[in-house]
């Protein structure tokens, strides 16, 4: 089975511009979680996506956004980029069933991304 | 929202020598506490996990503790070898919606020096 998989790897921006990074999670996963993680912050956690909805969002502006498709996969945006956006972005996915099951979360490589 | 300590932020050891890194939650409803390890240049991966209705649990070298009374677990790993060297990350995570949402620690560096 397939683990998931994120692209791009590395990517490096100028402030003011926009990216969109992707995830596609293990086949047969429905949620989607999106992290940020940087040396001083650890892993801060950004939202998550089940069965194409937004069910749960962290503390960042509205700069980032997100969305995910029919077949789970899942895209992450950050418009008017700033240096401090410099991070590694990692998404987790998990079966995302109902409550009281089992949601291990299974990370990704990460996409590196350097504003400039 | 839940809170996560964790200590040390660094941990130094000797091969053959244990570790123990503790955490703290704040949040009384977290019922679910993975742990990580995230290996230089790689994606963090699960190790152990412990839930709320368990007080310890075992594989092999590594063990996780849970007090729930005074909201805090803890890893140890026993026989530490070079190989664990890593940043470990502890997370508590509570139901929300129907899924488990980790808060994640700030990530304890781990150095086992042969």
């Known amino acids: 089975k397939a683990g998931v998989t994120q692209t791009p790897r590395y990517l490096i921006k100028t402030r003011g511009q926009q990216v969109t990074l992707s995830c596609s999670p293990i086949s047969g996963h429905r949620s989607v979680s999106w992290y940020q993680q940087t040396p001083g912050q650890g892993l801060q956690f950004l939202f998550e996506y089940f069965s194409e909805t937004q069910r749960n969002k962290g503390n960042f502006p509205g700069r980032f956004s997100g969305r995910q498709f029919s077949n789970s996969r899942s895209e992450m945006n950050v418009s008017t980029l700033e240096l401090g956006d410099s991070a590694l972005y990692l998404c987790?996915?998990?079966?995302?069933?109902?409550?009281?099951?089992?949601?291990?979360?299974?990370f990704g490589q990460g996409t590196r991304l350097t504003v400039v | 929202g839940e809170n996560v300590e964790q200590h040390p932020s660094t941990l130094s050891v000797q091969e053959g020598d244990s570790a123990v890194i503790k955490c703290t939650y704040s949040d009384s409803a977290s019922n679910y506490f993975p742990w990580y390890k995230q290996e230089l240049g790689k994606r963090p991966q699960l190790i152990i996990d412990i839930r709320s209705n368990v007080g310890e649990k075992k594989d092999q070298r590594i063990a996780v503790t849970l007090n729930k009374t005074a909201k805090h677990f803890s890893l140890h790993i026993t026989e530490t070898q070079p190989e664990d060297s890593a940043v470990y990350f502890c997370a508590a995570s509570e139901a929300s919606g129907g899924s488990y949402i980790p808060t994640f620690g700030r990530g304890t560096s781990l150095i086992v020096h042969p």
């Open positions: 987790a996915s998990s079966l995302g069933a109902l409550r009281g099951a089992n949601t291990e979360a299974f």
